[in-house]
């Protein structure tokens, strides 16, 4: 009798993707009922909670996209350039993200922008620590 085969690593970590797709989805949710029953500003503070949220998914999935862009025991050298090359443009995206956030979108919570960001960033890192 055969054994059906493991999932790999890039599998498990579309599955992650798409659970933080759905955290993306309940904040922006809270976020919106929260603003209206409590703080009742107009969808400012929704609307910049969901865009911080946004902005740490995106930025997320194009490092997870760079990351398993090669696989395999042979291209050991490509994935740790890769690794380098997703994490810098991470990081250059986050950067760029909040300016042109800033610049663009008015009126803004920042403390909502942050907020949102950061409960992204803690559910990233609390889905890679169950990977393990």
């Known amino acids: 009798m055969t054994k059906p085969a493991k999932r790999t690593q890039k599998d498990e970590i579309g ?8 955290i993306l989805f309940i904040l922006i949710i809270i976020g919106w009922v929260v603003d209206v029953t409590w703080l009742d500003s107009g969808l400012i503070v929704a609307k910049s909670t969901a865009i911080g949220a946004l902005l740490s998914f ?5 490092f997870a996209g760079f ?9 050991r050298q490509h994935i740790v350039s890769q690794l380098y090359r997703g994490q810098m443009s991470k990081w250059l ?3 760029f993200g909040f ?3 800033f610049i663009t979108v008015q009126p803004l919570s920042a403390p909502a922008l942050f ?3 950061m409960v992204m960033q803690i559910s990233h890192s609390w889905m890679l620590w169950h990977i393990r």
């Open 99 to 101: 300016a042109l956030i």
């Open 115 to 117: 907020i949102g960001f």
């Open 58 to 62: 995106a930025t997320q999935a194009v």
């Open 15 to 22: 599955i992650y993707l798409k659970r933080q797709a759905w």
């Open 93 to 95: 995206l986050t950067v």
């Open 67 to 75: 990351i398993f862009w090669y696989t395999g025991y042979r291209a």
